[in-house]
Nanobody, 123 residues
């Protein structure tokens, strides 16, 4: 089992920045690729980005490319989502997830999920 706990969400004005953290415990963190997803009210969950086991490879959704960046610190068992130039349409609950097999953009490929953290961007 891997337990994931997100933090760092909140209310921010458009154009602002937030950094989300996802702390992992349980099994060896570096064995897992990590992903970030989000779900806005009334919408389906969508892929935001992911990072491979050692941080050497990242992939982002087109909607966040150039504004968001993912990093990880395996010594701290933590993955981060740095969000810059935030827009009202970024408002959602953000989830981190762990995938044992490989990096994937599909939520079905992830084995463990956090409880989510709310990000609200005001216009």
């Amino acid at each position: 089992q891997v337990q994931l706990v997100e933090s760092g969400g909140g209310l921010v004005q458009a154009g602002g920045s937030l950094r989300l953290s996802c702390a992992a415990s349980g099994r060896t963190f570096s064995n897992y690729a990590m992903g970030w997803f989000r779900q806005a009210p009334g919408k389906e969950r969508e892929f935001v980005g992911n990072i491979n086991w050692n941080g050497g490879n990242t992939h982002y959704a087109d909607s966040v490319k150039g504004r968001f960046s993912i990093s990880r610190d395996n010594a701290k068992n933590t993955v981060y989502l740095q969000m810059n130039s935030l827009k009202p349409e970024d408002t959602a609950v953000y989830y981190c997830a762990a995938a044992y097999s490989s990096t994937t953009t599909s939520g079905a490929g992830y084995d463990y999920w956090g409880q989510g953290t709310q990000v609200t961007v005001s216009s």
